[in-house]
């Protein structure tokens, strides 16, 4: 079994910042990529920021220069550092991972994740 534990959401007002953390744990082979997702309220999930094992990493538009997304591969862990938040960053942020388990193969599995607010 895989899980996805996402920590560090919260409510905080604009301009401000939070880091999120999501952590990988269970029959973990290995992990190829990790990114981070949101869903606002009545919108599509959208890709925020992804990262290679390697450390090559992307970013939607909205939050290119304001966000920064790194690994420890040591710990099977992702973090996002968001700064200069704003309000239309609100959303539920998800994790996810496309990694090998030891016996089930290839897949890719998504955090239950975690709420941002920021206030204007």
């Known amino acids: 079994q895989v899980q996805l534990v996402e920590s560090g959401g919260g409510l905080v007002q604009a301009g401000g910042s939070l880091r999120l953390s999501c952590a990988a744990s269970g029959d973990i082979f290995n992990i190829n990529g990790m990114g981070w997702y949101r869903q606002a309220p009545g919108k599509q999930r959208e890709l925020v920021a992804t990262?290679?094992?390697?450390?090559?990493?992307g970013y939607g538009d909205s939050v290119k220069g304001r966000f920064t997304i790194s690994r420890d591969n040591a710990k099977n862990t992702v973090y996002l550092q968001m700064n200069s938040l704003k309000p239309e960053d609100t959303a539920v942020y998800y994790c996810?991972?496309?990694?090998?388990?030891?016996?089930?193969?290839?897949?890719?599995?998504w955090g239950q994740g975690t709420q941002v607010t920021v206030s204007s």
């Open positions: 990262i290679t094992s390697g450390g090559y990493t």
């Open positions: 996810n991972a496309d990694l090998w388990r030891a016996q089930m193969g290839r897949g890719t599995y």
